[in-house]
C-alpha cells in the first residue's frame, strides 16, 4: 500500500479532539482516582452498615445515630471497650478490597469524641502477615462533649500489593468501661501534585501519560440519577468534605462526593485538561423509563445550573462566587464549555429534548453568552429543528468492532451545520479491551480525524475500572489494589498514540489502494511535523510506504498482536506498544504494519 502525504493545504483541525470522560461507575472515583483510600469511611448512605469496619482486640463497633458527626454525616463508629478490656483495642479498614501503601508519606484525617487523654496509633498493616507499612502515634485529647478533629502523617514503605489494611488502636486502660466515636476517617497517600483531597497517583499518572486534552464530567448516567432527587447535585459535592452527604449513585453503590465540583477543576488544571461541565437538564433514568420535567417545573432547575454556573464562573463579588472563595477559590475556573444533559434520546428523553434543551440554553446563553453549549444528541428528531449558531451536538457509539469499523464513514456523510462532540464510544463485547477491538476503535478516531473540521472532541468511555466492583466492561484502564496493578489496556495504548500525536491540519492523501483493511488519516504540526496514523483491521500483516516529501526521518509506533483476542489483564499484559526509528529514501518510509495493529508515523 503507497500513500502520498500532502506537504500543503489541508484544513485545520481541532486540537481538543481526544480527551476523557467521566464518572463515578466501577469505583472509579471511590476506591479509584479519587485518593481517600478507606471504604465506607463515613458510614453514609440511607440504610449503612460495616462494610469494610472491623476491630481490634476486646472490643466491639456498632453503627452510631446519636453522635452525629455533621448534618450531612449524621452518623459515627462506635467503639465500644468493656470494662475488663485489656491490651489493644481499636477499629479495622479494609480499604476498597485493600489498600495500595505506595511509600509516600500518607495523611489520615478523623474526629474522635469520647473521653481520652492517650496515644491514637494510625498503621497500615499486611493482611495475614502483620508487616506494618506505616504507623504514627497520635496524642489526643478528647472529650465526650465535642468532636475533636485529628490529622497526623504517616511515613510508609511500599508494600508489595494492596493486601493491607488501616487500623486506629489505642490502649484499651484508656477508655475501658466507655466509647469512642468516630467520624469520617480518611487516609491519603502523596495525592497527585500534591493537591489537597487531591487524586491516586497510580491512576493519575497513567491518565496524565496519554496527554488528552479535556474532561468531560462528571456523567453520563450517574450525572442524570435513577430519580429526580437523586441525580448529581453540585452543592453537595463543594466545600469540607464533612459537609458532603454523598449520595447513592446510578452505578449501584454510594457515592461520598469527596471528589466533587471544585476537585474535577483541580483535576483539569493539573493535567491540563479542558473542563467540560455536563448539567442536569430534567431527566432522571428511572430505569430507562423516566419521566421528564418540563414546562414551568423546569425553572427550579434551571436556575441551579445558573447557581452552580455562577460558583464556577463568578467573581467573588456574586452570591455563588463568594461562596467558591469562601471554600478557597478565589480566581474562577476556566470553563468553556457545557453540555445540555446525557443521552436525552434515550428512554423518555427524546419527545421534550427540543423543549428541555432550549429552556436551558436561553437561560444559560443570555448569562453567558461566550460558553459554548452541547446538545447531548445528535438525533434529529430529539433537537430543536434548528440548533443555535456555534452550538454542538453529541454522539455516543458503543459498537462491536466489525460495528466500529463500519462507522469509518458515518462522519462522512451527517450534515455540516453543527460541529460534534463524540462524548462516549468504545468496543463492546469482551471483560477487557480486546486488541480487534483496540484497532476498530482507531478506524473509527481515524474516521473521526479525517472530519476532524466537524469532530471537535471525543472521550472513549467508560475511562476506569476497579476490577473487583464492576458494573461495564471493557473499560480503558481497570485496576486493582490487590495485586496493586493499573493496567495500560490495548485501547490505552490508542488513545495515548492518538492524543500525544495530534496535528494542527489534516493534510489530503493520495494512495494507490482503497481504505480496507488498512485505514489511514494524515496531519500536520507547524511546518515540517507530519503524523501518519494507521490502523490494520486485518489478519494479514501489509507492506506500507508512506511518502512525505522533504521528510528525512520518523519515529513509528506501533501496538499489535497477532491473536486478534489479545489483551491487556489484571493476570497478564501481553501488548506493548514498540517504537523504531526510520529513515526515509527520497521522503518515502517503508515499514510492515502488523495484523491487528494500529501505528503512528512521527516523521520531520
Ligand atoms: O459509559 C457508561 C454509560 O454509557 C454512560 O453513563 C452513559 O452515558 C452511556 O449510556
Request: glycine fraction near 10%.
Amino acid at each position: 500500500i503507497s500513500l502520498e502525504v500532502s506537504t500543503s493545504g489541508g484544513n485545520a483541525s481541532s486540537l481538543l479532539m481526544y480527551g476523557f470522560m467521566f464518572e463515578d461507575i466501577n469505583h472509579s472515583g471511590d476506591g479509584g482516582l479519587y485518593g481517600q483510600m478507606l471504604q465506607n469511611n463515613g458510614l453514609q448512605g440511607g440504610d449503612p452498615d460495616l462494610t469494610a469496619w472491623g476491630t481490634v482486640g476486646d472490643a466491639t463497633i456498632a453503627i452510631d445515630y446519636d453522635n452525629p458527626l455533621s448534618s450531612a454525616i449524621p452518623q459515627s463508629l462506635r467503639l465500644n471497650v468493656p470494662s475488663d478490656a485489656t491490651g489493644t483495642v481499636g477499629v479495622t479498614n479494609a480499604g476498597y478490597w485493600g489498600i495500595p501503601v505506595d511509600g509516600s508519606e500518607h495523611q489520615t484525617y478523623f474526629w474522635v469524641k469520647g473521653n481520652l487523654f492517650g496515644d491514637i496509633t494510625a498503621s497500615l498493616v499486611g493482611n495475614g502477615t502483620g508487616i506494618v507499612y506505616g504507623s504514627t502515634s497520635i496524642p489526643v485529647t478528647s472529650t465526650a462533649d465535642n468532636f475533636t478533629y485529628i490529622e497526623a502523617s504517616l511515613s510508609t514503605t511500599k508494600a508489595p500489593d494492596g493486601d493491607v489494611f488501616y487500623e486506629l488502636s489505642l490502649d484499651a486502660s484508656a477508655v475501658a468501661g466507655s466509647s469512642l466515636y468516630f467520624g469520617l476517617v480518611q487516609l491519603f497517600p502523596t495525592t497527585y501534585k500534591s493537591r489537597y483531597n487531591g487524586l491516586q497517583p497510580r491512576i493519575a499518572n497513567v491518565l496524565e501519560a496519554v496527554e488528552a486534552s479535556f474532561l468531560r464530567f462528571p456523567g453520563g448516567n450517574n450525572m442524570e440519577g435513577e430519580s429526580l432527587d437523586n441525580r448529581w447535585k453540585w452543592n453537595e459535592t463543594i466545600g469540607d468534605v464533612q459537609d458532603r452527604p454523598g449520595r447513592m449513585g446510578t452505578w449501584t453503590y454510594y457515592n461520598t462526593d469527596g471528589l466533587g465540583l471544585a476537585e474535577y477543576f483541580y483535576w483539569c488544571e493539573d493535567m491540563g485538561l479542558t473542563p467540560l461541565l455536563a448539567v442536569w437538564d430534567g431527566f432522571a433514568l428511572e430505569s430507562g423509563a423516566g419521566t421528564p420535567v418540563t414546562g414551568d417545573a423546569l425553572a427550579p432547575y434551571i436556575e441551579d445550573v445558573l447557581n452552580e454556573l455562577e460558583y464556577i464562573l463568578g467573581d467573588s463579588s456574586t452570591t455563588y462566587g463568594a461562596i467558591r472563595a469562601a471554600n478557597g477559590q478565589t480566581d474562577p475556573w476556566d470553563l468553556t464549555m457545557v453540555e445540555i444533559g446525557n443521552e436525552d434520546m434515550l428512554g423518555g428523553g427524546c419527545d421534550t429534548y427540543a423543549e428541555r434543551f432550549t429552556a436551558f440554553y436561553d437561560a444559560i446563553h443570555a448569562a453567558y453568552p461566550d460558553l459554548t453549549l452541547i446538545a447531548s444528541t445528535n438525533e434529529q428528531s430529539c433537537l430543536p429543528s434548528s440548533m443555535p449558531d456555534g452550538s454542538m451536538v453529541d454522539y455516543h457509539d458503543y459498537n462491536s468492532p466489525d460495528g466500529l469499523v463500519s462507522q469509518f464513514n458515518y462522519f462522512d456523510n451527517v450534515s455540516r451545520n453543527v460541529t460534534y462532540l463524540v462524548g462516549e464510544y468504545a468496543q463492546t463485547g469482551s471483560d477487557y479491551p480486546i486488541m480487534q477491538g483496540s484497532v476498530g476503535e482507531a478506524v473509527f478516531m481515524i474516521g473521526m480525524e479525517r472530519n476532524s473540521d466537524l469532530i471537535k472532541m471525543a472521550s472513549y468511555a467508560p475511562l476506569l475500572q476497579l476490577t473487583n466492583s464492576t458494573q461495564w466492561t471493557p473499560n480503558l484502564i481497570p485496576f486493582t489494589q490487590s495485586p496493586n496493578v493499573v493496567i495500560e489496556t490495548t485501547s490505552y495504548y490508542v488513545q495515548q498514540m492518538f492524543a500525544s500525536n495530534l496535528g494542527d491540519t489534516v493534510k489530503e492523501v493520495n494512495s494507490d489502494s482503497a481504505f480496507g483493511p488498512v485505514y489511514w488519516v494524515a496531519s500536520s504540526a507547524g511546518d515540517s511535523s507530519y503524523f501518519v496514523k494507521l490502523a490494520n483491521y486485518g489478519s494479514d500483516a501489509q507492506d506500507l510506504s508512506v511518502t512525505i516529501n522533504g521528510t528525512t526521518t520518523a519515529k513509528l509506533t506501533v501496538v499489535g498482536d497477532d491473536d486478534a483476542n489479545a489483551a491487556n489483564t489484571v493476570d497478564e499484559t501481553p501488548v506493548a506498544p514498540v517504537e523504531s526509528t526510520l529513515t526515509a529514501s527520497d521522503g518515502t518510509f517503508t515499514f510492515i504494519l502488523p495484523a491487528w495493529s494500529v501505528a503512528v508515523l512521527a516523521a520531520s
